[in-house]
């Protein structure tokens, strides 16, 4: 396999513009559907017929780039859905449906000239059942993190990460509903900044983020804060993904005076790569095993902007070992000079609720 260009010292400067290509175009059709679920009243919470064809969708689409852009690599996606349910018997009217968005979706793009079969949304679904490893190249993609944030028409993001021998060397993150200014309190955010920021790192080259429509980017990086008192905690807007008692606890040790910002999906990763808050902690229920297209985008995109990302013992991610996250119990985001406090607090906590 041909290496990428190198361009201006990045060499993966052509994954990352498929990567970034891939995820905008799956954004939109998730924007699509999150807008006419929000304004059908006959949406109920209780059905995720708009989320599941938006999920699956955005997967069709972002396979579909990656192949189209790169055509010369051996592709490999390591995704959540496959085409199970979709072949059932009462699944038809979906599949019809995810099938026209998406091909309405690459018409209204204008990039390619095609149009896709039910079949062929069948297949490339299907595409994603690598299991990734630590060897070889492999795509990590979530193709709509933070289901119930789509679904009350909060935050989610189109998450896609690239994995090298094991390593995430590249990570891009579309977040439709995240304003493209900092949405840091001190900086005002008003109702008529522009929605939607992508974000994108690669390994050596630093973080930005751009409008999703497109804009200059912009270099990006973690908050300097050093004193806890002044830091601001991200935590998951599901109290299910992550134990807020414990959560608290380590926030009192710190003596974090600010009130958590509660937010789904990996825009939390974006946001505290340009500093809009300090500290993200996500402590899972013991049952919960990570998965690693929950995390591979934004890990990269914090780590880049300066930031660290650690588990519970205070080891980097291992996104080398299949489809799983073998971690210790626990993840933490933050600066180099909150890392050890926050460990430390977190260690205590745990110790203290065994």
């Known amino acids: ?122 297949a490339t679904i299907d595409g994603g059942k690598s299991d990734g490893g630590p060897s070889g190249r492999h795509w990590i993609l979530d193709p709509i993190d933070g289901t119930k944030g789509f679904i009350r028409g909060d935050q989610y993001a189109v998450a896609l990460g690239l994995l090298d021998e094991g390593k995430v060397v590249l990570g891009v993150l579309g977040c439709p509903n995240l304003p493209l200014k900092s949405t840091n309190k001190q900086n005002d955010v008003s109702s008529g900044d522009q929605l939607g920021s992508l974000f994108f790192a690669t390994i050596g080259c630093g973080a930005k983020v751009e409008a999703l429509e497109g804009s200059e980017p912009q270099k990006i990086s973690v908050c300097s804060i050093s004193n806890p008192v002044d830091a601001s905690f991200f935590e998951s807007f599901e109290a299910a993904h992550s134990k807020r008692d414990l959560t608290s606890s380590i926030a009192e040790k710190l003596g974090v005076q600010a009130p958590p910002v509660r937010m789904d999906s990996q825009a939390k990763y974006g946001s505290l790569a340009r500093g809009d808050g300090a500290i993200f902690v996500r402590i899972p229920n013991k049952d919960y095993i990570e998965t690693v297209w929950d995390h591979a985008a934004g890990s990269i995109v914090v780590t880049e902007a300066g930031g660290m990302v650690k588990d519970a013992s205070g080891n980097d991610l291992d996104f080398s070992k299949g489809r799983y996250l073998n971690r210790d119990r626990g993840i933490i985001a933050t600066n180099k000079y909150l890392m050890p406090l926050v460990l430390k607090a977190l260690q205590e906590a745990i110790k203290e609720e065994h």
């Open 1 to 122: 396999m041909s290496e990428a260009p190198d361009v201006a010292g990045n060499p993966y400067a052509a994954e990352l513009a498929a990567a970034k290509k891939a995820v905008a175009l799956a954004a939109r059709l998730c924007q699509r559907v999150q807008r006419s679920m929000l304004q059908s009243d006959i949406q109920s919470k209780a059905d995720r017929t708009p989320v599941t064809v938006a999920d699956y969708g955005s997967q069709v689409l972002v396979s579909l780039v990656l192949k189209k852009e790169l055509p010369s690599y051996s592709f490999s996606i390591v995704a959540e859905e496959d085409s199970k349910d979709l072949r059932k018997d009462g699944a038809q009217e979906i599949l019809e449906h995810i099938t026209t968005l998406v091909n309405e979706t690459i018409v209204n793009d204008g990039s390619y000239n095609m149009s896709l079969s039910k079949e062929d949304v069948l």
